[in-house]
């Protein structure tokens, strides 16, 4: 037998660049001084340098978030166009949510807030005004129509039953409904 430990089976295998293995007992020569990365660490009883703050150059960073104004506008805008298909309350209300978005969008501009809720109602409101206001003109021609209707029926019946065919003759035409009979 050999007075020679065996060797460690973890050890990393000496390759190309690597120096020949330590006789037992040797001391380790010193590490090397880092190359061009990090400094070395300080010396014990010193506190660790500090370094500057990260933040966004050139102001504040974004808000979290969307305004409660944005939502509000996005909302009103979402019930203006469910409303949008009654005659003058469907444009009033789109009218509305267009001045709430427009509001909301500014605003957020102004304070860093995310947009896109304002940009979104303001969209929707826009929508909503034009169907109300198209709902609101057609509404318009067809009372004046069904009225041009009513002095024409006025003029050529003598008798209510006579009046109420020719109306339902004249007007009950435009909506696909067959007189009766």
């Known amino acids: 037998m050999s007075d020679q430990t065996p060797p460690?089976?973890?050890?990393?295998?000496?390759?190309?660049?690597?120096?020949?293995?330590?006789?037992?007992?040797?001391v380790p020569p010193a590490a090397p001084p880092p190359?061009?990365?990090?400094?070395?660490?300080p010396p014990a009883g010193y506190p660790a340098p500090t370094y500057p703050a990260a933040g966004y150059p050139g102001g504040q960073p974004p808000k979290p978030g969307a305004g409660p104004l944005s939502i509000v506008a996005l909302v009103v805008a979402?019930?203006?166009?469910?409303?949008?298909w009654f005659p003058f309350i469907g444009a009033v209300a789109g009218f509305?949510?267009?001045?709430?978005?427009?509001?909301a969008w500014v605003v957020a501009k102004k304070s860093g807030r995310p947009a896109g809720l304002a940009i979104a109602g303001t969209i929707?409101?826009?929508?909503?005004?034009v169907i109300g206001l198209v709902v609101s003109v057609a509404f318009i021609a067809l009372i004046d129509k069904a009225q041009e209707e009513e002095a024409y029926c006025n003029s050529v019946s003598t008798t209510q039953q006579e009046f109420d065919d020719c109306m339902a003759d004249r007007v009950g035409s435009w909506f696909g409904?067959?007189?009766?009979?």
Do not use: F, H, M, W
Request: no cysteine; aromatic share 6%; proline share 21%.
């Open 177 to 181: 409904i067959e007189p009766s009979s």
């Open 78 to 84: 979402i019930v203006a166009l469910l409303i949008s």
């Open 35 to 41: 190359a061009g990365g990090y400094p070395p660490p």
């Open 8 to 26: 460690d089976p973890y050890a990393v295998p000496p390759a190309g660049g690597y120096p020949p293995p330590q006789t037992p007992g040797a």
């Open 124 to 129: 929707i409101s826009v929508i909503a005004l």
């Open 96 to 103: 509305i949510a267009l001045v709430l978005g427009v509001i």
